[in-house]
């Protein structure tokens, strides 16, 4: 959840979407973010819509306290059945992100998935998300999660290396994450997600393979592998000006992606979006929820600062969580702006975001200079032949080192 909001519209103080974006597909999925803002500590290379106990004190009062916090969510969930009207779709996934969910009881997420539960219903195999750091739960935390409704949980876990954690200014010890996975596992879990970091300052080739294979022994069924990103503002960022840290580059990025690949294939999880791996066979192992943005499907995102997408529709709420609270207390939409997305808004996000998955996207989207540049691009070995000859570009390996080029290529 970045901490910048766009630009854009005024959002109605009901909430209230163009009839257009109403008239949604009964068959199309429909999906609840629900953000939760709360950490204990800020790590250093964050820049999400977060917020640390000390940043928060002074700042917005009881109503930023955690201690409601679940009860503002199930409001913002009663607005989406108002604005949504007689839409007749159960919610087919829910994802809890942050932040630290897990900061929060229990029972409070449990609360928040009562009143999706209650004002729209659940799909009988939706797939329900929290995240969670590996220190922020425990045996009986997880079960009660369990009880709760969720069924899937994404640890976290970033390096099995503490000079890596340290940098990253991460509270958790190596080992933890493997134990908290077992824990999940044991509390009746079906899917557990590892989230790993490549390319911090300081990590070695052979760190990066520690941390691939650690994760590997907690036995999940999906991993996702991120490239460092170090945004300006952060405190890594400031690091590395002052010269404290290095910085690393994109041939070691594109090093380490070619490690992740390797190992997490090797031991038979499959890339289905350039960073994220599943078991290889099993549908049910992907992240449906990720699946929903990155095909444009809908989703309302519920806290502050969370994105939502309906209907050729996207808005975004009110950042800081004070602010959000007030809005909903007095009866507003807690919503900051809005845009309208064209068709040929569509397109290019399309284009975007599919040509990253392992389906890869119709090349029926792309313009004249875009389909030249998809020649360049199987000609280049960017692309893969046969899906190319079926009327689909899909990335080969080394297409993805090289993603964000080719999309820039193709969306001309």
């Not at 009881?62 to 779709?89: T, W």
């Not at 941390?211 to 592998?225: I, M, W």
């Not at 360049?376 to 000859?389: F, T």
């Not at 689909?392 to 993603?403: C, D, K, N």
Request: hydrophobic content about 40%; some cysteine.
């Amino acid at each position: 959840m970045p901490s910048a909001l766009p630009d854009g519209e005024p959002m109605p103080d009901d909430g209230s979407l163009p009839a257009s974006a109403l008239a949604a597909e009964p068959a199309a999925p429909l999906g609840f973010y629900l953000h939760v803002p709360y950490c204990a500590t800020r790590c250093g290379y964050c820049d999400f819509n977060t917020y640390t106990a000390s940043e928060l004190r002074g700042s917005g009062g009881a109503l930023a306290s955690r201690d409601n916090y679940a009860a503002h969510i199930a409001e913002e969930v009663r607005l989406a059945r108002k604005v949504l009207g007689d839409d007749p779709r159960q919610v087919d996934t829910v994802f809890v992100g942050g932040g630290t969910p897990t900061l929060l009881p229990p029972e409070d997420l449990g609360l928040m998935l009562s009143a999706i539960r209650d004002e729209f219903g659940l799909a009988p195999d939706a797939e329900i998300t929290t995240e969670a750091n590996p220190e922020s739960v425990t045996p009986g935390s997880l079960e009660r999660l369990r009880e709760a409704g969720f069924n899937r949980v994404s640890f976290g876990m970033q390096s099995a290396r503490q000079h890596v954690l340290r940098v990253l200014d991460r509270a958790h010890t190596p080992g933890r994450p493997e134990e908290a996975a077992a824990e999940a596992r044991a509390a009746g879990f079906e899917h557990i997600n590892l989230d790993l970091i490549y390319g911090t300052p300081g990590e070695s080739n052979d760190d990066w393979r520690a941390s691939l294979h650690a994760a590997l022994e907690a036995r999940p069924d999906h991993v996702s592998a991120y490239a460092l990103i170090v945004e300006e503002g952060t405190q890594l960022a400031r690091r590395i000006r002052r010269g404290e840290v290095p910085m690393t580059d994109d041939d070691v990025h594109a090093d380490r992606y070619l490690i992740a690949d390797e190992i997490l294939s090797s031991a038979g999880l499959t890339w289905y979006e350039v960073s994220n791996w599943a078991t290889d066979g099993d549908a049910s192992a992907r992240c449906r929820h990720n699946e929903l943005y990155w095909t444009g499907a809908d989703w309302w995102g519920a806290g502050p600062g969370a994105h939502s997408h309906v209907g050729g529709v996207r808005w975004w709420n009110v950042k800081h969580p004070g602010a959000y609270a007030q809005a909903l207390t007095e009866g507003r939409s807690p919503g900051a702006g809005r845009e309208l997305l064209s068709a040929e808004d569509r397109r290019v996000e399309r284009i975007l975001l599919e040509l990253r998955l392992s389906d890869g996207c119709p090349l029926s989207l792309l313009a004249p200079e875009g389909a030249r540049a998809a020649d360049r691009a199987l000609s280049d070995g960017l692309l893969q032949r046969g899906p190319y000859e079926k009327g689909r570009a899909v990335l080969t390996l080394r297409g993805r080192l090289l993603a964000d080029a080719v999309v820039r290529d193709l969306v001309d």
